[in-house]
Nanobody, 120 residues
């Protein structure tokens, strides 16, 4: 079995920073693309940022210049550094990873999500 567990969410004032982490564990052979998504009650789930296994990154226009995605392949972990946070960044942030398991399967996995609230 494979699990993704996010951490690092919380309440922060506008202009503040948070760092999210998502660790994959279980019967993992290798991990392909990893990404962060977010969803709020007012919006559909949207891609925030993703990163390939070689480190190539992609960002939503709304977060470019403020958020940075990175990964530690040795730790099977992806990070999202969020700076200059705005109230409109408030959402549940979930990570996704394309994982090749040790049993030979290939699938996308999701974490349960972590709440980020930006408010004064």
């Amino acid at each position: 079995q494979v699990q993704l567990v996010e951490s690092g969410g919380g309440l922060v004032q506008p202009g503040g920073s948070l760092r999210l982490s998502c660790a994959a564990s279980g019967s993992i052979f290798s991990i392909g693309d990893m990404g962060w998504y977010r969803q709020s009650p007012e919006k559909e789930r949207e891609l925030v940022a993703d990163i390939t296994s070689s480190g190539r990154t992609n960002y939503a226009d709304s977060v470019k210049g403020r958020f940075t995605i990175s990964r530690d392949n040795a730790k099977n972990t992806v990070y999202l550094q969020m700076n200059s946070l705005k109230p409109e960044d408030t959402a549940v942030y979930s990570c996704n990873a394309i994982i090749f398991t040790a049993t030979g399967t290939f699938s996308g996995y999701w974490g349960r999500g972590t709440q980020v609230t930006v408010s004064s």
